[in-house]
């Protein structure tokens, strides 16, 4: 989670900086799962138990770890961590070695909200047209 660790040098909180790495991350993270899970699909058509039992393991593992593992547990365990303890032995870059105008964790996590809020709003001249179709 390289993402957590660049936001939170760039001056988020711990929590906040999970929350926006996950949200620039997450999709990419499910489309790679996806894109591996066909791929490792194709050792299942064979003849071969052996290479049947391969490609369930590979499949269920990659499933595992991209939609429970890593959007799951991890963010949740970075979370709870008190304070800075999820970069222990690494300390926080001085903002003029960044290289890069500091961001306003605050501001970015309140983007990111509005943003979601913004597409999960309905028009008004579809709302009609939903309440019709029920």
């Not at 049947?52 to 499933?63: A, R």
């Not at 222990?88 to 306003?104: E, M, N």
């Amino acid at each position: 989670m390289e993402s957590v660790v660049e936001f939170w040098d760039h001056g988020a909180s711990a929590r906040d900086a999970v929350i926006m790495a996950l949200d620039a991350t997450g999709n990419i993270i499910c489309l790679a799962g996806v894109i591996m899970t066909l791929a490792f699909g194709s050792l299942l058509v064979g003849v071969s138990p052996t290479l049947n039992q391969i490609g369930y393991l590979l499949i269920v593992g990659v499933l595992i770890d991209c939609f429970i593992t890593t959007k799951v547990i991890i963010p949740c365990a970075m979370t709870l961590l008190p304070g800075d303890s999820n970069f222990w032995p690494r300390k926080r870059l001085p903002v003029a070695s960044v290289g890069r105008v500091p961001i306003t964790a605050r501001a970015s996590v309140q983007a990111v909200a509005s943003r979601n809020q913004a597409h999960q709003q309905i028009p008004e001249e579809l709302s009609d047209t939903w309440e019709a179709a029920d």
